[in-house]
Antibody, heavy 117, light 113 residues
């Protein structure tokens, strides 16, 4: 059974940094396309970033230059390093795997990031 | 902001049929990219409901069906049940930028009367 478990969320001041983790079981992170998707309180879903199996990384314009997606193959874990955080980054962050037709097939339970002074 | 437009809400009585539209453009749905649908129950993570326009993952009831035409797609729920009350999102791929861009719809809240 595929399971994705996020951690690392919390309350952080504007301008601060936070690293989210997504531990996978039941499949191999490095062999799949993996993404982060976020959802601001009471709002819709927003794609944040993707890392392809070959290692290429891409970002939404709203986080480009501030967020970095990466993975640790030995730990089968996906990461999202978030720097220069803003109030508008407040959201539940989900990690999700991408199926071969560009759909998000498996999702974690999410971790809440609150950016506030 | 979302590039796929959905109605904010739809409602229906138990047993009825409801449909949710998802309107895109020539750089996403109209460009031939598949549309996928997700169901998000209150307080939970989204769950894949329909992939590749009309395919159901294992375990999804056949009350849920999807279709695509031109620059739009639709999700239909027949025989509406109380447990179908949730938020629904469409999703596709957009090629208007020089880099990958996975886009979601604005979301639709389904209320069972």
């Amino acid at each position: 059974e595929v399971q994705l478990v996020e951690s690392g969320g919390g309350l952080i001041q504007p301008g601060g940094s936070l690293r989210l983790s997504c531990a996978a079981s039941g499949f191999t992170v490095s062999s799949n396309y993996m993404s982060w998707v976020r959802q601001a309180p009471g709002k819709g879903l927003e794609w944040v970033s993707v890392i392809y199996s070959g290692g290429s990384t891409y970002y939404a314009d709203s986080v480009k230059g501030r967020f970095t997606i990466s993975r640790d193959n030995s730990k089968n874990t996906l990461y999202l390093q978030m720097n220069s955080l803003r109030a508008e980054d407040t959201a539940v962050y989900y990690c999700a795997s991408l199926g071969d037709q560009y759909y998000f097939d498996y999702w974690g339970q999410g971790t809440l990031v609150t950016v506030s002074s | 902001q979302s590039v796929l437009t959905q109605p904010p809400s739809v409602s229906g009585a138990p047993g009825q049929r409801v449909t949710i539209s998802c309107t895109g453009s020539s750089s996403n749905i109209g460009a031939g990219y598949d549309v996928h649908w997700y169901q998000q129950l209150p307080g939970t993570a989204p769950k894949l409901l329909i992939y590749g326009n009309s395919n159901r993952p294992s375990g999804v009831p056949d009350r849920f069906s999807g279709s695509k035409s031109g620059t739009s797609a639709s999700l239909a729920i027949t025989g509406l049940q109380a447990e179908d009350e949730a938020d629904y999102y469409c999703q596709s791929y957009d090629s208007s930028l020089s880099a990958p861009n996975y886009v979601f719809g604005t979301g639709t809240k389904v209320t069972v009367l």
